[in-house]
């Protein structure tokens, strides 16, 4: 059986690290799992010529909204996001279908809960707060949601950018507050739950801003970038103000590992993937 990650750029992914150590840990010899690189244009061509020995497809950007109109089925989580990282494949001939799913939100909800620790209460409230309005800011949102926290604040470098997320935010029941990024210091500091979806470097000047501010954080930090390694800047400045902070390397390992689950049916060795994402990731 095949599987395998597509995106554009897609030579810096760490899926088939984490996904080979999965198939590895499980016995699966015979299955395989590789990455190509396919923008838009071309995903509808590369889908059409997957044969039936095809288990699914991890998607990373651009791809996670493009893939809506080349799907049988989406599942209700992918649909209110208005995102799809998941494909399956099942069935064969012409009953064979494919269904997209979003396991971005369970990596989201795990790795703050490892964040949290003993402080995680099942059904507690909490105060939130998303960086940027892209895709995974729609999964973050789930995810605090599922976390208890219903009112987040996002902040975003544009405001005038913010209608695709509203419009997730209303399918999912949510009622964010939208705040633009600069004098967000103040804010993050003060929240159960901080999640940075922006990229690697964008959000440097928060980092400066905390360390200015020299107040320590009350809740945990989850950067979803995973570059530059070791951390980012803002996970750096949080850390060194006393703050709890979480890389986006476990976010990653998360969801990864439930994209394991569905495509082979098998629970993930997390303990395995975790050993080969920390190679992969340490410095030489």
């Known amino acids: 059986m095949h599987a395998a990650v597509l995106g554009h750029p897609i030579e810096h992914s760490l899926s088939p690290v984490l996904h080979g150590a999965a198939y590895t840990a499980l016995g699966l010899e015979d299955w395989s799992y590789g990455k190509h690189d396919v923008d838009e244009g071309e995903l509808s061509a590369f889908v059409a010529g997957l044969g039936a020995d095809w288990a699914g ?9 493009a893939i809506f109109p080349l799907l049988a089925h989406v599942e209700p989580l992918a649909e209110v ?14 009953g064979r279908m494919s269904v997209g799913t979003n396991t971005d939100v369970y990596g989201l909800v ?6 949290l620790g003993e402080r995680y209460v099942p059904g507690a409230k909490t105060t939130g707060v998303v960086i940027g309005a892209g895709a995974t800011a729609a999964s973050t949102l789930a995810a605090l949601a599922e976390l208890g926290c219903a009112r987040p604040t996002v902040f975003v470098r544009n405001l005038g950018r913010t209608a695709e997320l509203r419009a997730a935010a209303g399918r999912m029941g949510v009622d964010p507050q939208f705040m633009t990024l600069a004098g967000a210091a103040a804010a993050v500091v ?27 954080p009350r809740g945990v930090l989850l950067d979803v970038a995973y570059a530059p390694s070791p951390t980012t800047a803002l996970i750096s400045a949080w850390r060194e103000l006393g703050g709890a902070a979480v890389t ?24 395995a993937m975790t050993r080969a994402l920390e190679a992969a990731i340490a410095p030489e």
């Open 248 to 271: 986006g390397e476990r976010m990653l390992l998360h969801q990864a590992a439930e994209q394991v689950r569905l495509m082979t049916g098998k629970a993930a060795p997390i303990e």
């Open 57 to 65: 497809l991890s998607l990373t950007m651009p791809l996670k909204k």
């Open 81 to 94: 996001t208005g995102s799809v990282n998941t494909v399956l494949f099942s069935g064969k001939g012409a």
């Open 110 to 115: 795990q790795a703050l809960k490892e964040g």
């Open 190 to 216: 003060t929240a159960d739950l901080v999640v940075s979806t922006l990229p690697a470097n964008a959000a440097d000047g928060l980092a400066q801003e905390l360390l200015d501010a020299a107040a320590t």
